[in-house]
């Protein structure tokens, strides 16, 4: 089974190369933002409980987003392996995911850390912002801030799995392919 948690800046690719990776090694993909979404609209007790907290503009617990990610798991008992997007974000959110995987006998095999400078991010969110119409990517001085709140909240995540052998930082300029075939390697490796 591979299990992969790939994280990176805005605009550093993670949605692109994810669908590649997913479909090269028929992995499935657990997205906490799509889990949330389909957990209110299905009136989950999960969905509820998340939504009374995001009802009231507070962050949902994580032990509700865990309990989320099992059931996404364990409603997909012949899977591959997953691939983690968006959680976790921060080191207790990594040490419940790593407690969660252990209670099913399996864990993450490799953290996909995508690199890309600064400079290179503004101009791709600036010209996704051009054809997606969303606003965060539409304003520099969002954008700036929103790199700055990635490398303060989320950029710690490389020491928890570079702590345990499974950190791969990939250079992630260049083409698609270019990139995937970078990703691929370092999969490869921790398969």
Known sequence: ??????FGPPGAGKGTQSEKI????????ISTGDLFRA???GETELGLKAKSF???GELVPDS???DMLRAKVNENPHANGFIFDGFPRTT??????????????TSISVCLSLQVPDE???VRLINRGKTSGRADDADEGVIRNRLAVYMRETAPLKD???QQNKLEEIHGVGTIDEIFGRLCTAIDKHA
């Open 160 to 162: 928890f799995y570079k």
């Open 54 to 56: 995001m009802d009231k």
């Open 39 to 41: 957990n209110i609209k």
């Open 1 to 6: 089974m591979i299990n992969i948690v790939i």
């Open 120 to 122: 290179e991010l503004v």
């Open 64 to 66: 509700v987003t865990i």
């Open 22 to 29: 997913l479909e090269k090694y028929s992995l499935v993909h």
């Open 92 to 105: 207790p959110q990594a040490q419940a995911l790593d407690a969660l995987l252990d209670s099913l006998n």
